[in-house]
C-alpha cells in the first residue's frame, strides 16, 4: 500500500468511526460461505443441509399435492353449488368457512416461511461469527452486532443485556473482541436459561418413561417433548420456528446427534451406558427412563449447539454432567 | 448454643483470614511509557468496575467490591493514587507528574469464587493485591548481578561507541582515553569520571533518539543516593589492575553498587513479585525511528534477563524471582486508529520474540498488548483525496480545540525495522478526555480488563 504522510485533518469533516448498534439499515446479505475454509476449531461438525433430493421425487411431490390441491378445490366448489341449491343462507356459511380456511392457510404458510427464514438467518450468523473469530480486522463486527442486535430487538428479556453491551463494546475494539463481548454479555444468560430448559425437559422424559403404562404412549410423549424442547431452545435464542421448522431442526439434530455425541468424549459415553444398566437392573423401566433423559437431553443440548448464534467456545461448551447426575438420581426419588 | 455457633462463626472467619491470597503485582516502564497512568487506571477501574467487561470475576458478576487498603511495608513511600486520579479527572485535565523511585499500594478485592468446592468453604474470597510501581532502570540493573566489573565495562564501552550514543557519549569517552586506568586512585579524578558518565546518561534519555538502555539506573534517578560514593564510578576498559589503582576503586564500588543497591533491589521487592507487567512505549520509539528502535529491543532483552534467573544454581533458587506471568504492554494504543492496533502488537511481538521463548522456557507465560491506560481519543472516518481514512480525534496538549490526526501507517511486525526506517511519524500526546470518568464507572481504557485478565485472572476464580 502506498504510503501517506501524516496530516491533520478538518475536524468538521470526520464522521465516528461505527460503533454497535447501528441504526438498522437494511440488512445487508451474509455471503453463507461454506465451512470448508474454516479450521478445526469448532467442535460440532457443521451441519449439513438437507440432501439435495432426486429431481424425480421432487415432481412427484409437486404433482400429487396439486392433483391434491385440485380436488379439494373442486370438492369445495361442489360443496358450496350444493349448500347454495338447499338455501342462500348456507351457502353463504359454507363460502365464508371456505374464505376463512383458505385464508389461514395461506398465512400459516406465510409464517412457517418467515420462520424458516429467521432460521436461515441464525445459520448465517454462525457462520459470520466463526470467520470473524479468528480475523483481528475491523469494521464487519459491527455489522454483525446490528445484525444480532435486530434479531433481539422484540424481546424484553434481552433489552438490559443489550444495553450493557452497547455499553461496553467501544471504537478500540476489534471484530474477534466484539464478538467475544456478544458471547459473554448477551448469550450466556441465554445459555444458563437454556441449560435449565434441557434439564426440566430430560427430567419429564425420564418421569414419563418410567411411569407410562403403555410403550406406544411413553414413544409418543417422548417425541412430542422432544420437538417441544427444540422449539422452546430455538425460540429462546431468537429463531422462533414453525412446526416445519422445528421438524426440520429437529431431522438435522438426529443426523448430528451421533458424531456430536454432544462432544463428550468415549468415557462419557461409556458411563452413560454403565449407568443406564445400573439403573436398568433396578428396573426396567427407570432404566428406559434414564436413557430417554439422556437423549432427549442430548437432543437439548445439540439444538443448543445449533440455535446459537455463535458457536460455543470451549469453556462455556454446556456438558452433559449436571444432566446426567440428575437423571441417575432418578430410580431413587421413583423407587 | 449460640456459644457453638459463635465458635463456628469464629472458626470460619479465621480459616477465612488464613484464606485470603496474596498477590504482588511490578509495573514497570522503559521511560516514560505511563506507569504512573496506568496503576492509577487499574485502581481506579478496579474500585469501580464498570469497565471490565473481559475481565472474568466482573463478568460473570460474581465480583462483590474492591477497596484501598493499608499497604504491608511501611517502609516503601505509598503511590498517591487520589492526587493522580484528580490531576487526570480535574476540570482542565492534565497527566500526573512522573513518579520517581518506588512505590506500593494494596487494594483488597472480594469476589464469590467459581468452583463449587471453595466455595463451600467460604463464600466471599479476598485477593490482596499489592501493586508494586518502580522504575523500568532498576530493572535493567538487574543483569549487572551476574556481570563483572571488567564484563560491564566492555558492554557499555562497545555500546557507548555505537551510533546513535557516540556522539552523545564524547566527553566522556575523551575523558577516557586521557586518563590511566593502573594510575593512584584519585577521588578526583572518580568523581569527575561519574559525573561524565552521569552527563551521558542523562543525554541518552533526553535525546531524540529515545534511548532505552540506561545503566546503572541510580545515576539518572539517584534519589537518596545522590553524591554517595556508591555512584561515583564509570566503566573502564581494559584488563584488571592490581590494588590502590583508579580501576580497583572503580571496581569496588561497582560492587557495593551491586550488593547494597542493585541485590537489596531485588531481594526487597523483585523476587517477591508474582505478577509483571512491563510497559513500552513503541509509538515514541517509531517516532524517533529506527535507532530507537534497535536500542529498545537491546534494552527489553536485558530486562528479561532476571527472570531467567529460576532454575540456574542454588543461589539463584533462594532469590530467584518467582514471576508466573509477565505482560509486555505497548502503552498509548490511542494515538493511532484502533485497525492499527494489530501492528502495533506485531510490532512488539517482534521486539520481545527472542526473549519470549527463553522465558516460556522457563516456565513462566508471556503476553504482549497493546493498550491504553486512558482512552483519550475516538477513532473517526474521514476523506483526503478520495480515500476513506481511520484517523484519531482527540485534544492535543497545548491546545484548547479537538483535532484530527492522521499518523501515519503502522507497519507490521516483522518488517518494521525496515520499513520504519524511511518513514517519518507523527504521533502526538493529546490530553486526557475532559469527561473522564465522570459517569462513575472508571476512566475509559484500551483493553486494561483483558491485560488485567491475564495478570490476575487465575487468582480470582
Known amino acids: ?335 | 448454643m449460640s456459644f457453638l455457633d459463635s465458635l463456628f462463626d469464629q472458626a470460619g472467619e479465621t480459616a477465612g483470614r488464613f484464606l485470603e491470597a496474596d498477590v504482588r503485582l511490578g509495573v514497570t516502564g522503559l521511560r516514560r511509557a505511563g506507569k504512573t497512568v496506568f496503576t492509577t487506571a487499574v485502581v481506579d477501574n478496579l474500585l469501580r468496575a464498570g469497565r471490565l467487561p473481559f475481565l472474568d470475576v466482573v463478568a460473570s458478576g460474581r465480583f462483590q467490591a474492591a477497596r484501598l487498603r493499608p499497604q504491608p511495608d511501611a517502609d516503601v513511600p505509598r503511590f498517591a493514587f487520589e492526587e493522580h486520579l484528580a490531576t487526570i479527572t480535574a476540570a482542565q485535565p492534565d497527566w500526573p507528574e512522573p513518579t520517581t523511585g518506588i512505590s506500593q499500594l494494596r487494594l483488597a478485592i472480594r469476589y464469590r469464587p467459581n468452583s463449587a468446592l471453595r466455595r463451600t468453604l467460604q463464600s466471599v474470597a479476598t485477593v490482596n493485591l499489592d501493586i508494586v510501581d518502580y522504575p523500568g532502570e532498576w530493572l535493567l540493573d538487574l543483569p549487572m548481578l551476574r556481570q563483572s566489573f571488567a564484563e560491564w565495562s566492555a558492554l557499555s564501552l562497545e555500546l557507548a561507541a555505537r551510533s546513535p550514543r557516540d556522539a552523545l557519549s564524547v566527553d566522556w569517552r575523551g575523558w577516557l582515553s586521557a586518563i590511566d586506568p593502573a594510575g593512584p586512585d584519585e577521588e578526583e579524578e572518580a568523581r569527575r569520571g561519574a559525573a561524565l558518565y552521569t552527563e551521558y546518561l542523562h543525554a541518552c534519555r533526553r535525546a531524540e533518539s529515545f534511548l532505552s538502555i540506561i545503566q546503572p539506573g541510580r545515576f539518572v534517578e539517584p534519589g537518596d543516593l545522590k553524591d554517595a560514593p556508591l555512584l561515583t564510578f564509570c566503566p573502564l576498559p581494559g584488563e584488571r589492575r592490581g590494588r590502590g589503582t583508579l580501576w580497583a576503586l572503580m571496581e569496588s564500588r561497582y560492587e557495593a553498587y551491586k550488593s547494597s543497591v542493585v541485590r537489596r533491589f531485588f531481594a526487597e521487592h523483585f523476587a517477591r513479585l508474582n505478577r509483571q507487567v512491563v510497559l513500552i512505549d513503541v509509538l515514541g520509539a517509531l517516532n524517533a525511528g529506527v535507532s530507537g528502535l534497535g536500542d529498545m529491543k537491546r534494552a527489553l532483552e536485558m530486562s528479561l534477563e532476571p527472570f531467567r534467573h529460576g532454575s540456574s544454581g542454588w543461589l539463584d533458587w533462594l532469590f530467584g524471582s518467582k514471576i508466573d506471568r509477565v505482560l509486555f504492554a505497548a502503552t498509548k494504543a490511542d494515538h493511532i486508529a484502533s485497525s492499527q492496533h494489530p501492528n502495533l502488537k506485531g510490532i512488539l511481538d517482534s521486539l520481545v520474540a527472542e526473549a519470549r521463548r527463553t522465558i516460556r522456557f522457563e516456565g513462566a507465560q508471556v503476553e504482549t498488548m497493546a493498550l491504553a491506560s486512558l482512552k483519550c481519543t475516538e477513532t473517526v472516518v474521514t476523506e483526503h483525496e478520495g480515500r476513506t481514512l481511520r484517523c484519531i480525534q482527540g485534544v492535543p496538549v497545548g491546545r484548547d480545540r479537538p483535532t484530527v490526526l492522521y499518523p501515519g501507517e503502522i507497519p507490521d511486525g516483522a518488517d518494521a525495522m525496515t520499513v520504519a526506517r524511511n518513514r517519518s511519524y507523527r504521533f502526538m500526546p493529546f490530553r486526557p478526555p475532559a469527561d473522564a470518568g465522570r459517569d462513575g464507572r472508571g476512566l475509559p481504557h484500551v483493553r486494561l480488563d483483558q491485560a488485567l485478565q491475564f495478570l490476575l485472572g487465575d487468582y480470582l476464580e
Open chain 1, 1 to 335: 500500500m502506498e504510503w501517506i504522510p501524516p496530516m491533520e485533518l478538518d475536524p468538521a469533516r470526520a464522521v465516528p468511526a461505527p460503533r454497535v448498534p447501528e441504526p438498522a439499515p437494511p440488512p445487508p446479505p451474509f455471503e453463507a460461505e461454506p465451512d470448508a475454509a474454516m479450521p478445526e476449531a469448532e467442535f460440532i461438525p457443521p451441519v449439513a443441509g438437507p440432501a439435495p433430493r432426486s429431481p424425480l421425487l421432487r415432481w412427484l411431490v409437486g404433482a400429487v399435492a396439486l392433483l391434491i390441491l385440485v380436488a379439494v378445490g373442486f370438492d369445495t366448489a361442489d360443496l358450496m353449488n350444493r349448500a347454495f341449491a338447499t338455501s342462500m343462507a348456507l351457502g353463504v356459511v359454507v363460502a365464508l368457512v371456505a374464505g376463512v380456511a383458505g385464508i389461514t392457510t395461506i398465512a400459516l404458510l406465510l409464517r412457517e416461511l418467515r420462520s424458516l427464514k429467521r432460521l436461515r438467518r441464525i445459520e448465517e450468523l454462525r457462520g459470520e461469527s466463526r470467520k470473524l473469530s479468528h480475523t483481528m480486522e475491523l469494521g464487519r463486527a459491527d455489522r454483525f452486532a446490528g445484525a444480532l442486535t435486530r434479531l433481539y430487538t422484540d424481546r424484553p428479556d434481552l433489552e438490559l443485556d443489550l444495553a450493557r453491551l452497547k455499553d461496553v463494546v467501544t471504537d478500540a475494539h476489534d471484530d474477534a473482541e466484539v464478538v467475544r463481548l456478544i458471547d459473554r454479555e448477551v448469550l450466556t444468560g441465554l445459555d444458563r436459561r437454556a441449560y435449565q430448559t434441557v434439564l426440566r425437559a430430560s427430567r419429564d422424559t425420564a418421569l414419563a418413561t418410567a411411569l407410562s403404562p403403555a410403550a406406544l404412549l411413553d414413544i409418543a410423549v417422548v417425541l412430542w417433548r422432544n420437538l417441544r424442547l427444540v422449539r422452546e431452545i430455538a425460540t429462546l435464542y431468537g429463531a422462533r420456528p414453525g412446526y416445519v421448522g422445528s421438524l426440520r431442526l429437529l431431522r438435522r439434530m438426529l443426523g448430528n446427534i451421533a458424531v456430536a455425541g454432544v462432544t463428550e468424549s468415549a468415557h462419557h459415553v461409556a458411563v452413560d451406558a454403565l449407568g443406564g444398566s445400573l439403573a436398568a437392573a433396578i428396573s426396567t423401566r427407570v432404566g428406559q427412563g434414564v436413557i430417554n433423559g439422556l437423549l432427549t437431553a442430548r437432543i437439548g443440548l445439540a439444538a443448543m449447539h445449533t440455535c446459537r448464534p455463535v458457536p460455543f467456545t470451549p469453556d462455556t461448551r454446556p456438558s452433559l454432567g449436571r444432566i446426567r447426575a440428575e437423571l441417575l438420581s432418578l430410580p431413587k426419588q421413583v423407587l
